[in-house]
């Protein structure tokens, strides 16, 4: 054995050491005793409110995960709930989740997990704000309500397993339990005197006879079978069996439910008030603010935000008027419809995503499909809709495109670039392969993702799509200032309670609009606040 010929350490040494040694294994049975089951316990916590949100109803587990048994998820009955006035339950909770996340001090969690405890400790606290004001919420309207979105979310309920179609079809068979106690929270609400206006009513209605108009014929009849071929897994002879139990269900129940919903909310017609702004309403401003937070994510004063607004029309209004000013043949190049490239969606969207490769980062996946509303609801859907697809099967995302309301190019491009790319559906997809819990895909917001949307599209202008400089910023310019218009317009009418002649004042002092076009924006805004 060779000699050491290393000085033996002095005591102090060895006593340090020892000592670092007990300091090194206390911190880390503080770390270990501390923040990691603090940790732990937060994760535990945060996976459970995922659970009970996600398995809340059928209608959003199946939309949220494709197999959530392989999550170890229940399914729970499927049907559609019903509607209350009496959310007691619903704010207990709430309020027992609010509990238990105050328990975790931000110092004992991860950065991650603080992040994720602030964002629901601010979404818990912003939902119980509402709470005295729970007959202001209106479920139905006619183009954003429930009666007009749940044919389509019922029409895209996607086919996994067999056990998709058998809760599909028990849905269908809950719409009229479901529309009834639609019904009597809207007899709550007139009784209350917080029931919608005639105009508002007429359009409902309208919106809902088009879709019963043709029952033998009803496009989910069409939409039901294609998915059940494409499906693959049932022979003809039992595919033309589950076809002939489908419309029987939708012929006896759905149907039914719809003309039942009309004729009830008929019986309800003169009780609402004559077409007025929320603020009218008692707990009216309230509410709204709960709405603006809820909705944008802002929790500035409405006030604030109001003048933020009327600073960016003006300077939108003056950045239009001398691009025209310096730029007379602009006017021209703007009636021009076909400067742009005539593309077709799918062309179009393979093009905005070859284009915004040099701005964002690559997916690890681009799957989608278009599909097109059908002809009998273009009337009442939004021009177009992103379908987010669900946390576990990222691939099936859909894009819906109305024909009725974005025919021409230059509609249809800026559309596929805010609903596409790099709009929604590159935001969604990017932020979940990112998401560090799936509870951050459940706890999104309509204005952060329709911020993104609203900047890419204007950024999509820019791109090479046979559009003059100048009339790209033009429309960037112009998208700014409608935005600013309708905004400011929604809160002078329903939240600084606006007549329908200041409305026009103020309509007027940015358009040059007709009687028709003035009705249009009053009643819209009235209609979805």
């Not at 207990?92 to 996340?101: A, D, G, I, T, V």
């Not at 109001?306 to 003006?314: G, M, P, Y």
């Not at 309509?446 to 400089?469: C, F, I, M, Q």
Request: net charge negative; with cysteine; glycine share 4%.
């Amino acid at each position: 054995m060779k000699p050491s010929l290393r000085r033996p350490r002095s005591p102090i040494v060895i006593a340090l050491l020892l000592s670092l040694t007990l300091v090194i294994g206390l911190f880390m049975g503080w770390l270990s005793g501390s923040v990691i089951s603090k940790d732990k316990a937060f994760r535990s916590l945060t996976r459970k409110i995922f659970q009970e949100e996600v398995s809340g109803s059928m209608l959003t587990l199946h939309y949220s995960l494709a197999y959530p048994e392989k999550k170890h998820i229940s399914r729970p009955s499927p049907t559609l709930g019903t509607i209350s006035d009496d959310t007691s339950a619903t704010y207990q909770k709430y309020e027992q989740y609010l509990r238990k996340l105050k328990d975790f001090t931000p110092s004992g969690l991860t950065r991650q997990n603080q992040i994720t405890r602030d964002m629901l400790l601010l979404y818990y606290q912003t939902q119980l704000s509402a709470r005295d004001y729970t007959l202001l919420d209106e479920p139905l309207s006619p183009s954003l309500g429930i009666q007009a979105q749940l044919p389509v979310l019922l029409a895209e309920y996607a086919f996994y397993d067999d056990q998709d179609i058998a809760d599909y079809l028990n849905l269908l068979t809950s719409v009229k339990p479901y529309f009834q106690s639609i019904l009597t929270y809207e007899r709550r609400r007139s009784d209350a005197g917080y029931f919608m206006s005639n105009a508002t009513l007429k359009r409902i209605l309208e919106q809902c006879s088009t879709f019963i108009k043709d029952p033998q014929n009803n496009y989910m009849l069409d939409v039901f079978a294609r998915k059940l071929k494409d499906y693959g897994r049932f022979s003809e002879e039992d595919q033309t069996k589950l076809n002939e139990r489908h419309k029987e269900i939708l012929l006896t129940s759905v149907i039914p439910a719809y003309q039942e919903l009309m004729t009830g909310l008929n019986e309800l017609k003169n009780t609402g008030t004559s077409s007025r702004g929320l603020s009218h309403f008692k707990g009216g401003k309230e509410y709204y603010r709960y709405l603006l937070q809820f909705q944008t994510g802002s929790y500035l004063s409405v006030e604030k935000i109001q003048q933020r607004l009327t600073s960016q029309l003006a300077e939108d209004m003056h950045t239009v008027q001398q691009m025209l000013k310096e730029q007379p043949s602009l006017l021209r190049k703007l009636t021009n419809v076909a400067e742009i490239k005539d593309f077709e969606p799918a062309s179009a969207l393979q093009y905005l995503n070859q284009q915004m490769q040099k701005d964002f980062p690559a997916l690890d996946t681009t799957d989608y499909e278009i599909r097109y509303v059908h002809e009998s609801m273009e009337d009442f859907l939004s021009p177009a809709f992103y379908l987010t697809a669900p946390l576990d099967d990222p691939a099936q995302n859909v894009i819906y495109i109305n024909n009725g309301s974005t025919g021409a190019a230059d509609e249809l491009y800026p559309t596929l670039a805010h609903e596409g790319f790099p709009g929604h559906l590159y935001q969604t997809v990017y932020f979940r392969e990112h998401a560090k819990h799936p509870l951050s895909a459940l706890l999104t917001c309509s204005g952060a993702a329709e911020g993104w949307a609203t900047y890419v599209e204007n950024l999509a202008w820019s791109y090479d799509n046979g559009v003059s400089t100048e009339t790209s910023a033009y429309h960037a310019a112009m998208r700014s200032f409608s935005l600013c218009f309708h905004s400011l317009l929604d809160i002078g009418i329903n939240y600084d309670g606006w007549s329908k002649d200041q409305a026009a004042a103020f309509i007027r002092t940015c358009f040059d609009a007709d009687d028709d076009l003035v009705e249009e924006l009053w009643q819209t805004m009235i209609d979805s606040p």
